[in-house]
């Protein structure tokens, strides 16, 4: 391979709901989506590939590039990693191929799962309605999109979830949200996230917080820091932040995790990480 550049956009960071408000700008209010865009070039000919991670209200935000392929990875069917997917903007741009990737959940695959909730009466058009050619795919645990090379690990939450490796010319992200973390499932990370680059870690509760919230699917920023520690990662950021956590508050909370480790840190809505 030539030349290459692989950059991490946040576009959304918040858990469960979007929130909105001054008390909200730092941090982001919107819902996950994150995009990786691979960069190669080979005798002068440039291949984009965009590689969205989840279409939660975020998403709105995007920008795409017009001479990118793009694909949205779904790490699982609920409300707030789809809800912004009918206003990315390259649905409405004319046969702009979009590849859909995401496991079957409850029975449904890819495509069922999406149109159970984009379709009347719930929504007025499906997907593949947009003027854009929405193609889905069913999840396998090893696949590449382009120059990009893709693994996958299922994850403890409720109703299941996806964790993401994607590696390209060298350079790792791995994708983790909506993790809860056990004995059993934190090996299994630490191994698949095993001297990343990045780590984007679902880091929702305090842990004061996490007592009253085991079984809701999520993790903590200490239980990260440990894998990231154990794991060789060079890089985490925590991400799906509670609605209830305030800038002030989060800011605070951001200072201790970065006397931890200076390499971790708190996701905010428009920050680009250059890998």
């Known amino acids: 391979m030539g030349k290459s550049n692989l950059s991490v956009k946040v576009l959304g960071c918040r858990g469960s709901v979007p929130v909105e408000g001054e008390e909200y700008r730092i941090y982001g209010g919107a819902t996950s989506s994150v995009c990786m865009t691979a960069i190669s ?29 793009i694909s949205i990875l779904i790490s699982h069917m609920h409300l707030d990693h789809l809800c912004g997917l009918t206003f990315f903007p390259a649905l409405s741009q004319k046969d702009r191929r979009i590849d859909i990737y995401a ?41 590449s999109i382009g120059k990009v090379n893709i693994e996958c690990i299922e994850v403890n ?8 490796k994607l590696e390209f010319d060298g350079r790792v992200l791995v994708y983790a949200v909506d993790f809860e973390h056990n004995e059993e499932k934190l090996r299994e990370l630490t191994e698949f996230a095993r001297g990343s680059d990045l780590l984007i870690y679902d880091g929702q509760y305090t842990e004061t917080e996490y007592p009253g919230c085991y079984g ?52 905010k809505a428009g920050m680009v990480v250059e890998i």
């Open 41 to 69: 070039e080979e005798n002068g000919a440039e291949a984009v590939e965009e590689i969205y991670l989840d279409a939660g209200s975020g998403i709105v935000a995007a920008e795409p590039r017009k001479d990118s392929s």
């Open 216 to 267: 809701f699917g999520h993790s903590i920023p200490e239980i990260g820091l440990e894998l990231a520690k154990n794991a060789g990662v060079k890089k985490i950021l925590f991400t799906h932040h509670s609605p209830s956590h305030k800038d002030a508050f989060m800011q605070e909370w951001e200072e201790k995790i970065k006397k931890l480790n200076p390499n971790a840190g708190f996701a």
């Open 157 to 164: 939450h409720p109703g299941g979830s996806t964790t993401y």
């Open 103 to 143: 496991a079957a959940r409850s029975g449904f695959n890819t495509q069922e799962g999406i149109d159970r909730l984009y379709s009347p009466p719930y929504w007025p058009l499906k997907l593949t309605d947009y003027p854009s050619n929405a193609v889905y795919h069913d999840l396998e645990k090893k696949f």
